[in-house]
């Protein structure tokens, strides 16, 4: 209902400025105007001002962009890749930056220069081979260039050594949330599939692959700093996207496939915590927070708690309602604490076992052993 009385004001408020613009020809009768509607110079000169002002616009908005944004730049990247990663990307932006300063300079400038004047007619070539050269052959070159370096790149990233001793973590993306599943003393993740999916084996392990059984499925991720790390990605819905930003990460989760990516973290969290950018964005956050509980306690709610830095995998694929929400933390750390942390995680074969363990109820037991009296509890409890 508001919908549709915001329309017929709309049309309203239409139809009002048209009758005001039909009053207002009336009244210019008789006055001096020209209504040849072809261009005059007072016309050019005004499209010739609005050029220049709209490359001013562009460069406004880059420069606040610049300064607005800026800082939203992450800095040290905490993979081994992440460098090459960064550098081509670095090298893109200024090669970017500096083209479209230029030719939207020059774009804006010649309509400018060249608007029309009464009198003047344009100058028409059929063909320059010089010009057509210079502007397709630089960008023929810069272009390769690019393109070749961001494959290399791209391959040296890629590229797993079959022989070369990694972690195998599997994870794994759903209507909102990631499990990740170690392979266990075996470093060999277990066959899943989606059919397998059943109470407590949510990533739907294949429980008859010897394999799978010393599999750990966890609720955080870690990692130990300097040991390369082979990520395998399923998706059980729809199309999701593994995003670890700080290791420079990003692999599309795709239903009915497995894709993978690999990277050596380089940074603990805590050395990651100490850096003075991190240092300085967790300052910034906290400030906001602070500000925003001040407001929340007025209000009689509770007080927003500060924030700590942590790597985080993302979904970075819009999948639904709460895509937002899929997030998993990542710890890096020493070997030695990996190992500890591992160690203390459950198996899925531990896991199964224990949710259909059968429930022994003390209460009931104790009445069973007393009603029927004539068998010992060691009796009842083994029947059981
Ligand atoms: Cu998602």
Redesign the pocket.
């Known amino acids: 209902m508001n919908g549709l009385l915001i329309l017929l004001i709309i049309v309203l408020l239409g139809v009002a400025a048209w009758q005001l613009s039909k009053i207002f020809s009336l009244t210019q009768i008789g006055s001096k105007r020209d209504d040849s509607a072809v261009a005059n110079d007072r016309d050019n000169n005004i499209n010739g001002y609005l050029m220049f002002a709209f490359v001013a616009f562009i460069y406004i908005v880059t420069i606040i962009s610049f300064i607005k944004c800026g800082s939203f730049v992450l800095d040290t990247p905490a993979s081994e890749h992440g460098k090459d990663y960064d550098n081509l990307m670095n090298i893109s932006f200024v090669i970017i930056f500096i083209v479209q300063t230029l030719t939207q300079f020059l774009l804006h400038y010649f309509a400018f220069k060249y608007r029309g004047k009464e009198g003047q007619k344009a100058l028409y070539f059929a063909d320059n081979n010089k010009l057509e050269a210079i502007w397709t052959i630089i960008p023929v070159i810069v272009l390769a260039v690019l393109i070749l370096y961001g494959l290399y790149t791209w391959n040296q990233i890629m590229y797993v050594d079959e022989d070369e001793e990694v972690i195998n973590i599997e994870l794994y993306?759903k209507?909102?949330a990631w499990e990740a599943r170690y392979s266990g003393e075996d470093n060999t993740l277990g066959k899943a599939n989606v059919r397998y999916i059943k109470d407590v084996n949510t990533l739907g392990v294949d429980m008859a692959d010897p394999a799978a059984q010393d599999d750990k499925v966890v609720a955080e991720i870690h990692l130990p700093v300097g040991k390369k790390i082979h990520f395998r990605m399923r998706s059980q819905d729809?199309l999701?996207?593994a995003y670890m930003p700080h290791f420079r990460a990003q692999m599309n989760c795709v239903p009915g496939m497995v894709t993978e990516f690999a990277f050596v973290p380089t940074m603990t969290t805590a050395e990651m915590r100490g850096t003075a950018m991190m240092m300085k964005k967790v300052d910034g956050i906290n400030k906001i927070r602070a500000k925003k509980s001040l407001a929340l306690v007025a209000e009689g709610k509770p007080a927003l708690e500060p924030y700590t830095f942590d790597y985080l995998l993302l979904?970075n694929?819009i999948?639904?309602a709460s895509?937002y929400n899929?997030q998993l933390k990542i710890v890096v750390e020493s070997e030695a604490d990996y190992k500890k942390w591992l160690a203390s995680q459950k198996t899925i074969a531990a896991t199964i076992k224990e949710a259909n363990a059968p429930k022994v109820d003390p209460v009931s037991e104790t009445a069973k052993v007393v009603v029927d009296s004539t068998k010992t509890v060691a009796e009842v409890v083994a029947k059981k």
Do not use: N
């Open positions: 993306a209507q909102f729809v999701h996207s979904c694929k999948c639904g895509h899929m």
